[in-house]
């Protein structure tokens, strides 16, 4: 039997939350605090293992092959029909080690600012992380369902529980929860129907049967069970009311989680399920789909510009940028069946941008959720209008701010600017009124970030009457003036930095794993 690298990675989590429920402070003598300093540590270490055997399968998947690869299968319900397939191809590898990285960076970061359950917090955490990689690893419908509702759970509590009290969070938690359910209630519904023509739950074997092909009213009702599920949990216009108020209210840790990996399991099931199980229904409906992409593009940015609340203009912006993967996805659709010279090679292209955005997406907002978290701690308030003049006194989260907003604006030489480049040539040859309509909003995002982000915190005079007192978060204590970044933030950021960079000089060691898995995908509907 070959190395179970998967399992390990998905079940590791689970362990490890396990560990941290023990009373070790009762079986060892020792004290709260003490104990409490352990579990943080534990979880750390656990969520270390996962991020390790996911650099080793970013080095060991084989690109040039591609397809599934590290497949693991065994009988689960044999009565059912259901197993345990699991497997990892060019669009899952590069969302698996971006789900270890941010959930490793995530517990890091909450190791020094988590200060009430403790023990709750990094379980809970770890339970998610279990959640969200076997999501991506499933190839079963049946236990890639039973991964996406365990995520849904410890993401309510996180909200509920550690949220910002001044935010609404029992709310907000609650709204998440019935959004995301109903999706999960139509994609239910949606499985059952494919398992009932096709006789099977396994993923690959449904790509292969094509379920209702003779039936294009079943199958545009199976595609859209599936579809209302990822499109609220992308989530595209109008599917997106509940994601301010969740990101809002969420403490810094599981914004960076939303945004970073769970807004892209919505993507990733489109990518995985909607267009290779339903190639017909999503011809059909990719103007739709396109639609629904660039009015997100558009209408994501214009509030934007609109609001007040730093975190809440970043809760705004995934709206706008996970736009682009949806309209990359809708002109591969639209794509499908076209005899056109290089018409399948453009839809590769778009797709190719989708998936790349997925992933550059995660690092850039989650590192925009990490620096709103690192004023906030020392503030106590996102109000854009209390701030301004921080360039001069904190120079080097000003440094950090200024690459991690210039890579969301989509300049070039930084990883932003590839995904939405890719996206849009691939869109201008498919669909070029729409993808003209979607340039519109890459200038309104370009102003909301240098108007509202950069001039509104860091440009103009420093007025220390608008915040009397700072709180220094390595103690507690209150300050007069702000403190630049401390060690553990720094060391938070860097990864997210470094990646910014270098996907942003050199983006084909990622593309790599796209391009194939694009290819394949297009020219095989």
Known sequence: MSFPILTLITFVPLLGAILCLLPWGQWLGWSKAREEDFIRLLAILFSL?????????????????????????????????????IGVDGLSVPLVFLTT????????YSSHVIKHRVREFFVLFLLLEMGMLGVFVSLDFVLFYVFWEIGLVPMYFLIGIWGHEEDRPQYSAIKFFLYTLVGSVAMLLAILGVYFDTGTFDIVKAIALKPFAANPMLAGLAFWGFFLAFAIKMPVWPFHTW??????????AGSVILAGVLLKLGAYGLIRINLPVFPTAAKTWAPLMIALGVISIVYGALVCMA???????????????????????????????????????SAAMALN???????????????????????????????????????????????????????????????????????????????????????IGVVITAAYILWRIVQSVFLGQ??????AHWTNPA???????????????????????????LF???????????NRMTMALMHGL
Not at 80 to 85: A, E, N, Q, R, T
Not at 481 to 490: C, H, I, Q, S
């Open 49 to 85: 293992v996962p991020l390790i055997l996911a650099v080793f399968l970013w080095l060991a998947y084989d690109k040039a092959a591609g397809g599934f690869q590290f497949e693991e299968m065994a009988a689960w319900i044999p009565a059912l029909g259901v197993s345990y397939h």
């Open 101 to 108: 990285l941010l959930t490793t960076l995530g517990l890091y």
């Open 243 to 252: 994601l301010p108020d969740a990101h809002t209210a969420a403490p810094t």
């Open 307 to 345: 609001q007040t609340d730093l975190k809440r203009l970043i809760a705004y912006s995934s709206v706008s940028h996970m736009g682009y993967v949806m309209l990359g996805v809708g002109a591969a659709a639209f794509a499908i069946g076209m005899k056109r010279a290089g018409a399948l090679d």
């Open 353 to 439: 941008g989708a998936a790349l955005q997925m992933f550059n997406h995660g690092i850039i907002t989650g590192g925009l959720f990490f620096l709103v978290g690192v004023i906030y701690e020392r503030a106590h308030t996102r109000e854009l209008n209390l701030f301004g003049g921080l360039s001069a006194k904190v120079p080097y989260y000003y440094g950090l701010m200024m690459v991690t907003a210039l890579a969301s604006l989509g300049l070039p030489g930084l990883a932003g600017f590839w995904s939405e480049f890719f996206v849009f040539r691939g869109a201008f040859d498919l669909v070029r009124v729409w993808a003209a309509i979607g340039v």
């Open 462 to 467: 420093y007025d220390p009457q608008k915040i």
């Open 475 to 501: 103690d507690g204590n209150m300050t007069h003036e702000p403190m630049d970044v401390l060690l553990f933030e720094k060391v938070t950021l860097w990864p997210l930095i470094f990646f910014m960079i």
């Open 504 to 514: 942003g000089v050199y983006p084909t060691p990622i593309l790599d794993f796209f």
